[in-house]
């Protein structure tokens, strides 16, 4: 079985910054990729970022410039980095990975969610 563990949200101010974590761990034989998925009160779950195996990532066209999105290999973490946070920015962020296990076929995971708030 694996499991996510998210971390890092809160209440900010905007143009503040907020740094995710993402820890997966149990039984992993391959990792494709990580990242993060947002939805906001009444809208559906969007793309924010994410990073491949090789460390090719891509992004949401309303984050690139802000949000980086890294990787920790060795210690099976990924961690988005969130700068000149936006009202629009609010929502609950869900870490997924995409990871093929020991004793499981390919599929993605989904962390518990974190809840950004943006305001003044």
């Known amino acids: 079985q694996v499991q996510l563990v998210e971390s890092g949200g809160g209440l900010v101010q905007p143009g503040g910054s907020l740094r995710l974590s993402c820890a997966a761990s149990?039984?992993?034989?391959?990792?494709?990729?990580m990242g993060w998925y947002r939805q906001a009160p009444g809208k559906q779950r969007d793309l924010v970022a994410r990073?491949?195996?090789?460390?090719?990532?891509n992004y949401a066209d309303s984050v690139k410039g802000r949000f980086t999105i890294s990787r920790d290999n060795t210690k099976n973490t990924a961690y988005l980095q969130m700068n000149n946070l936006k009202p629009e920015d609010t929502a609950v962020y869900y870490c997924?990975?995409?990871?093929?296990?020991?004793?499981?076929?390919?599929?993605?995971?989904w962390g518990q969610g974190t809840q950004v708030t943006v305001s003044s």
């Open positions: 997924y990975a995409d990871i093929r296990g020991f004793s499981s076929s390919r599929r993605d995971y």
């Open positions: 990073i491949t195996n090789g460390g090719s990532t």
């Open positions: 149990g039984s992993i034989f391959i990792f494709y990729a």
